[in-house]
Every structure is written in C-alpha cells, then in structure tokens.
Nanobody, 121 residues
Framework: QVQVEESGGGLVQAGGSLRLSCAAS????????MGWYRQAPGKQRELVAT???????DYADSLKGRFTISRGSAKNTLDLQMNSLKPEDTAVYYC???????????????WGQGTQVAVSS
C-alpha cells in the first residue's frame, strides 16, 4: 500500500504565509514526481506546482513568484511555501505522487486526502 498525506493547512489573513507538507509512504520503489494541486469550491482541480525526482519544476503561471515548491527533509516528501496569500487562494490543496512504482506491476498515481487553506480578506 502507498499513502500520501498532506499537512499544514489552515486559516490565514490575506498577505500572510503558509507552508504545506506532503509525505508519501508505504511500499514505494520509486516516484517520478510529486506535485501540489488545488480545488476551490465550484471549480476544477488545477495544478499548483510539481517537481520531478530529478529536480525539474513546473508552476502554474499565475502562482510563480508567490509559491515555491521544494523537497522536504525526508525521502518522498514535498513542501509548498505560499507567500502573499490572497482570498482567491482559498481551496483544498492536494498532493499527488506521480508514476509510483512498487517494484512490480504498473506505475500509478496516488492522491492525498487534501488539506484546507482558507485566506480571509
């Protein structure tokens, strides 16, 4: 089994900062990439940022400069630093482990349950 767990969400005032963390654990041989996505009420889930194990990153254009993705201190962890938060950043933030290999069978993606971020004006 593979588990993906997010932490660090909460309520913050506009202009503030939050740091989210994600950890993938379980029977993992390798992971191609990990990423953050978000879904606001009534909207589709969208990309925030991803990072491959090789260190390549991809950001949503609208979030560049305010959000920064980085590897966590432990293996298979990923952090998201969010600065200058705006009310429109309010959403459930999900972590995804992409193309996870368990050493056998097919690779697949795994999602976390999400963590709520609320930004008040």
């Amino acid at each position: 089994q593979v588990q993906v767990e997010e932490s660090g969400g909460g309520l913050v005032q506009a202009g503030g900062s939050l740091r989210l963390s994600c950890a993938a654990s379980g029977s993992i041989f390798s992971i191609y990439a990990m990423g953050w996505y978000r879904q606001a009420p009534g909207k589709q889930r969208e990309l925030v940022a991803t990072m491959t194990t090789g260190g390549s990153t991809d950001y949503a254009d609208s979030l560049k400069g305010r959000f920064t993705i980085s590897r966590g201190s432990a293996k298979n962890t990923l952090d998201l630093q969010m600065n200058s938060l705006k009310p429109e950043d309010t959403a459930v933030y999900y972590c995804k482990a992409e193309r996870v290999s368990r050493g056998w069978g097919l690779e697949r993606d795994y999602w976390g349950q999400g963590t709520q971020v609320a930004v008040s004006s």
